[in-house]
C-alpha cells in the first residue's frame, strides 16, 4: 500500500506550488502586479496546507488507512513554511521593512491583526513538532497542538476580511474547515455520549475518543 | 468585411508598444508638432469612415496640457489588470473575457434634466474633438498606473444637452446584458452599475469620457466603447461601457456605495489621510515599480480640483 520513497514524492509535491511560482517570475512573469501575487500565492497555499493537515486525522479515520498519520507533521509544517513566506513578503516585498507601518497595520487592520495572530500561533507548533518535543510535553502536546484549530478559523477569516466584495474562495476553505470542525465535534460528542450511556463498572475509567 | 476581422486582434499585437511610446515622445516633445497633429485629425476624418471605428483603430487626438509626463504604464499591464466585475471580479481575467464582447452598436442615451436630450451614436461620439490625456489612475485597493487615454471633456458632451438649473449631479448607468457581460450573472454587485458626479465635478476640465488609450479605441476589458475617467477619484468611479447620462436634482447612490456605505463614499477623491476602513490609504504601489510610493491629495490633482471642496470635511464626505 505504502511504498518507501513515497515520503519524498510528498515532500517533492508539497514544494511544487513554490517552484511554480519561481518558474513564472522566471519565464512568463507574475503579470502586472508581482507582489501581489506571491502575497495571494503564499496566503492561499498556507490555507491549503491547514486544511490538508486537518484532514489526515477524519482521513485515517474514515478509511481506515492509519498510516496517513505520518504525513500530518509534514503537512502542518508545510502549513508553517508557506504563511513564513506569506509573512516574509508581507514585510519585505510589500512594505519594505517599514515597521512602523507594519505595527500600524498590526494593530489598525483587523484583517492583519487576525493574520498576523494566525501566523504567531503557529510558531510554538513549529516548534513543537519533533518527536523529542511530543515525548516531552505528553499528553499537554495535544492539548498545545489544538491551537492549530484557531490558527484556521483565523486564517479563513483574515482571507474574508481581506476580500472587496467577492467572497466565493473564501467561503469554500470556510466550509471545508466547518465540515472537518463539526466531524471533531461529533465525534466527541458520540464519545461522551458512549462513555456515559456505557457507565457500568467495567466501563469506568475507558478513556473517550480522543480528540485530534 | 475585411475591417470587422481587424477586431479580433488584439491591438499590442498589430502596433508594438515602443512604437506607441515613440509616437507619444514625438508628439508631446516638440509643441510645433502640435498644429500638424490636429490638422491628421482632420484628415483621419475623411479618410477613415466612422462605421470603421472599432476596438483596435487608430485614433487622432491632439496633446493636451493636462498630460503627465511621467512614464507610462505598458500597454499589456492595462489590459491585463482590470477590475471590471462585470467579466469577472478576477483583476486577470477581463482580458480573456471580454474577447467577444462586441461593442456595436452602441448609443449613449443623455437625459433627464436637460433642454435637449439626446441618444448619441458612439460614430457621431468618436468624431469629437479627441484628445490625449495622460493621467494617473489610483485604483482604492492600492495600486496605480499612468494610462494616456484618449477622450474628450465630459463637458463638450453635456454642452450639447444643455442641462437646466435644477440639475445639480450627473448619473452614469453601464450596459446590462448578462448575455454579453458573464460577471453580471451573478449579484455581486447590484447591476447595472451605477455612477455619480456633482455637476461641478462633471464640467471640469480633467473629467473626460474615454473612447481610446494608447492612440487606439478602448479594449474591451478596459470599458469599450466609452467609459468616463475622473483622475482625482479612485479608479472605481470610472463606470465603464456607458450607456445612459442622466442629468439629476438628487445625488446618485453608486454601485460601491450600495455595496458598502461606510467603504465606498460617493465623492471617493484619493486621499492619503482618509484610511479605507480596512487598510491604508497613504500608499500606493505603482504597477512596474518594486517600492511603494505615497499617495498624492486629490491623486496630485489637487492644483485643479481643490476648490471645488473648499470648506467640505473630505473625512465625512469620502
Request: hydrophobic residues 40%; proline residues 6%; positive net charge.
Amino acid at each position: 500500500m505504502k511504498p518507501k520513497y513515497l515520503k519524498p514524492i510528498v515532500f517533492l509535491a508539497c514544494l511544487i506550488p513554490l517552484g511554480r511560482l519561481g518558474w513564472r517570475a522566471l519565464t512568463a512573469g507574475l503579470g502586472a502586479n508581482p507582489i501581489q501575487v506571491i502575497t495571494w500565492s503564499t496566503g492561499t497555499w498556507t490555507l491549503v496546507f491547514l486544511v490538508v493537515t486537518l484532514s489526515i486525522t477524519p482521513a485515517r479515520k474514515l478509511t481506515k488507512q492509519y498510516w496517513l498519520i505520518q504525513f500530518r507533521r509534514m503537512f502542518g509544517l508545510f502549513a508553517f513554511f508557506y504563511a513564513c513566506l506569506h509573512f516574509t513578503t508581507y514585510v519585505w516585498l510589500d512594505q519594505f521593512f517599514d515597521w512602523h507601518s507594519i505595527t500600524k497595520d498590526i494593530a489598525k487592520r483587523p484583517f492583519i491583526t487576525v493574520g498576523f495572530t494566525a501566523f504567531v500561533l503557529l510558531i510554538p507548533l513549529a516548534v513543537t513538532s519533533t518527536q523529542a518535543s511530543i515525548r516531552r510535553l505528553g499528553k499537554r502536546w495535544q492539548r498545545v497542538h489544538r491551537l492549530i484549530f484557531v490558527s484556521a478559523v483565523l486564517g479563513v477569516i483574515h482571507y474574508i476580511w481581506l476580500v472587496k466584495k467577492d467572497i466565493r474562495r473564501p467561503v469554500i476553505y470556510a466550509s471545508i474547515l466547518g465540515v472537518l470542525l463539526a466531524y471533531r465535534l461529533i465525534v466527541w460528542s458520540w464519545g461522551r455520549f458512549r462513555a456515559s450511556s456505557n457507565a457500568h463498572p467495567a466501563s469506568i475509567g475507558r478513556r473517550t475518543i480522543p480528540v485530534e | 468585411m475585411l475591417i470587422k476581422k481587424a477586431t479580433d486582434i488584439p491591438s499590442a499585437e498589430i502596433t508594438p508598444k515602443s512604437f506607441y511610446l515613440n509616437r507619444r515622445k514625438f508628439l508631446l516633445g516638440a509643441g510645433a508638432i502640435a498644429g500638424a497633429a490636429l490638422a491628421s485629425h482632420k484628415l483621419g476624418q475623411i479618410i477613415v469612415p466612422s462605421s470603421s471605428v472599432l476596438a483596435g483603430t487608430k485614433l487622432d487626438a491632439s496633446p493636451s496640457s493636462f498630460s503627465t509626463t511621467e512614464k507610462q504604464t505598458p500597454l499589456n499591464d492595462i489590459t491585463h489588470y482590470n477590475n471590471y466585475y462585470e467579466f469577472s471580479t478576477d483583476k486577470y481575467e477581463p482580458a480573456d473575457l471580454a474577447k467577444n464582447f462586441n461593442p456595436r452598436p452602441w448609443t449613449i442615451k443623455v437625459e433627464g434634466l436637460v433642454n435637449k436630450p439626446k441618444t448619441f451614436d458612439i460614430d457621431t461620439v468618436l468624431k469629437m474633438h479627441l484628445e490625449d490625456r495622460i493621467y494617473r489612475m489610483r485604483c482604492v485597493e492600492g495600486w496605480s498606473m499612468v494610462i494616456p487615454w484618449v477622450g474628450f471633456p465630459l463637458s463638450t458632451l453635456l454642452g450639447q444637452v444643455e442641462p437646466n438649473s435644477k440639475a445639480k449631479f450627473v448619473e452614469f448607468t453601464s450596459l446590462y446584458d448578462p448575455k454579453r457581460f458573464p460577471g453580471q450573472q451573478r449579484n455581486v454587485l447590484e447591476w447595472p452599475y451605477v455612477e455619480g458626479l456633482r455637476m461641478d465635478e462633471a464640467m471640469h476640465p480633467l473629467t473626460i469620457l474615454a473612447v481610446g488609450l494608447y492612440g487606439e479605441t478602448l479594449p474591451n476589458q478596459d470599458g469599450a466603447p466609452v467609459r468616463l475617467v475622473v483622475p482625482w477619484k479612485y479608479g472605481f468611479k470610472g463606470i465603464k461601457a456607458i450607456v445612459k447620462i442622466k442629468l439629476v436634482e438628487k445625488e446618485p447612490v453608486s454601485t460601491w456605495t450600495k455595496a458598502g456605505p461606510n467603504e465606498y463614499g460617493f465623492y471617493s477623491n484619493v486621499n492619503p489621510n482618509v484610511d479605507h476602513p480596512r487598510w491604508s490609504q497613504a500608499k500606493e504601489r505603482r504597477i512596474g515599480e518594486f517600492f511603494k510610493r505615497p499617495t498624492l491629495m486629490f491623486n496630485g490633482y489637487g492644483d485643479q480640483v481643490a476648490s471645488l471642496y473648499t470648506g467640505m470635511d473630505l473625512k465625512k464626505n469620502f
